[in-house]
Structures are given as structure tokens and as C-alpha cells.
């Protein structure tokens, strides 16, 4: 039977020293405060090879990395359509690109790239010659401790990326059945200890809502067995996985339904793109990367692409290095008729 130490006594997980989950500060190469360097840029550019007058859609615009590359190369009788879920962020970047001399030619979208047909319709245009994706989250929200992204920054347990939608982290923490988390720690992060996880938190819930990233750090923590005293932890070597980033993983593509978006994306593209059209995706977890895959495999099978890659595209070591946010990147890429 499970023991369910906070019970008795005070409630046992929220009352655990906050030192316990907090991170040691680690050195961050290449992420500045308020910005997010631009994953696989190189590689971006050559695999979809932007051309002068060129129209790119930037489905997941951020802090604007890759858009900036895209309109220097397609320049002033190109167009750059912008897309991002996340208001604050369009705006910081709108004024960006502004004050960098390239918004002539760019139009920009609170919509979720699911909505890609829509946004064409209203451009006016025929099609795309690019689409373009960086999956997940940006640096400016992981590093926000009001988004509640990270298990990192104590917060609020938000992890919505579109403020308009209407349940948090916390709402679906306390709403799903006990099989459905367990499922979506396993699913989508592979999480081994998912049943366990899912346990404690239907317990704890029952008790005290799990409203913060410090208290679902710490039940997670609790479940795989790091007491309060324990020295071990492991995750603090370098390349260490924190134990609870699996859980927050699955949690924020449940809030933001990253990977329905993701296949209404892959679906709506071929109908986007004009003749020689190609789109180029990035993701950072197997499920994404496998919905990608199997999207280009069968489109090329069933004549919708006419090209796409065999490799999976991944960052250097060097680049690795400089910016350690790229290490599960990976790039794919299509083209059609
Ligand atoms: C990894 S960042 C993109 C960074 C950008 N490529 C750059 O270099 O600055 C992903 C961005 O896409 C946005 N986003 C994620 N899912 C989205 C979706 N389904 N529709 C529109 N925007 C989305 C996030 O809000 C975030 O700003």
C-alpha cells in the first residue's frame, strides 16, 4: 500500500524546505536575459533555401530568431506572416523588427498556427513558399516565472502559452482523472515513474491544490523517492535531467494541446504552399518529432511532397555548447511540386 506521509502530520509536500527543489543556478551560455537564440539557423536557411520575394509564414514568430534571417533573405518584395499564440511576445517583437528597420514587409497574428488557412485567406495570397516551425516554448517564457513553464522558477502553475485559453496547469491538475495524467506523463515524455507520479498527485490533490511549480517539483520529487535529506542528486551533474522535467513537459503540451496543434498544422500545410513550396519543422521530443516524420514519410508516399528529408537534421556539439536549449532539436523538412 502506499504510504501517504503528508496525512499525517502537516501537509508533508507543501511544507518541504523550498530549498529542496531549488535549482543550483547552472552556467547558461548563450540566452541573455529576454531573448531566445535561434535553434539550427544555419541549417534552417539552407534546407529551405528563402529566396528574394519569397512569402514566408514564421508559424511560431518568439523572439523573432529565424524571422530576421527569413526577411533578410526574401528583402523588401518579400513578405514575412508571423504567427504566435502569445500576445506579449508579438508585440515585444513587433517593436523589434521595427526598430531593426524590417517590418515593411511583415504582418503579424495572434493565431495558433492550427489556424494556418485562415491566416492565408486573409493575407490575400495564393500560398506560402515557406512554412516554418520552432516548436514548444521560447527562452523568454521558460525564464518567466509568471508562466509557470518551469519547474526551475517557483510560480504560478500556468504553462498556458496563449493566455485565452481557459484551463492552467493547475486547473488540469486538479481535474483529470488519476489515469489520464498517468498516461500523458507516459506518452508524451516518456515518463517511467508516470503511475507513481499520478498516484501522489491525486493524493495530494485531495488535500491541498498543486497551484505552484515549486509544489509540483517537490511532489515529484517525493514520488521518486528524493527525500528532504537526501544528499543523492543526480540531476545536478552536468547533462543531469531534473526529475520532475518530464512530468512539466507533459503537463504544458496537455495545457497548450501542442500536439493537436502540431497535426492541424501538418495537415493544413501542402494546401498552403505554392508550387515549389517547402516546409521546415523543428521539435525537441519524440512525439512531436514522430508526428513530423510520419506526416512527410507518408505525404511523399502519397505524392503530396515531392522531396523531404531522410535524416533527421540535429544540432552540432558546437552549437550544442554555445546555446545547451538546442540539444533535442531536430529539423525535418518537405517540398512539393
Ligand atoms: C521556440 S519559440 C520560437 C522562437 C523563434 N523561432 C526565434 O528564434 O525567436 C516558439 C514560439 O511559438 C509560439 N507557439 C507555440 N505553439 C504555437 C502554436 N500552436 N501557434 C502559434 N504559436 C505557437 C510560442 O508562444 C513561442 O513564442
Redesign the pocket.
Known sequence: MMTVPWRTGEVFLLNMAAEFSKPKPTRRRGTAGGT????LLKEVMRCLNPAAGEAVA??????????VEFLRRVGSAGRLVG????GA?LDRTAARLTSLGLSTSVSLHR????QIEEVLAGEGLEGFDIIFA?????SM?VDDPARGVSYAHDGPLDMR??GRLARTGADLLAELPREQLAAAMEELSDEPDAAKIADWIVLQRDVQPIATTAQLARLVLAAKGFSQRSRRRPWEVPGGLHPAARTFQALRILV?D?LG??AA?LSAAPRCLRKGGRIGVISFHSGEDRLVKNSFRNGLAEGVYQTASTQVITPTSNEVRRNPRSSSAKLRWARVE
Not at 531566445?36 to 535553434?39: K, L
Open positions: 531566445h537564440v535561434p535553434v514564421d508559424c511560431t514568430l518568439g523572439y523573432g530568431g529565424h524571422a504567427l504566435d499564440v502569445d511576445e493565431r495558433n498556427f492550427a520552432d516548436l514548444g516554448v521560447s517564457q502559452m496563449d497548450n501542442e496543434s502540431l498544422l
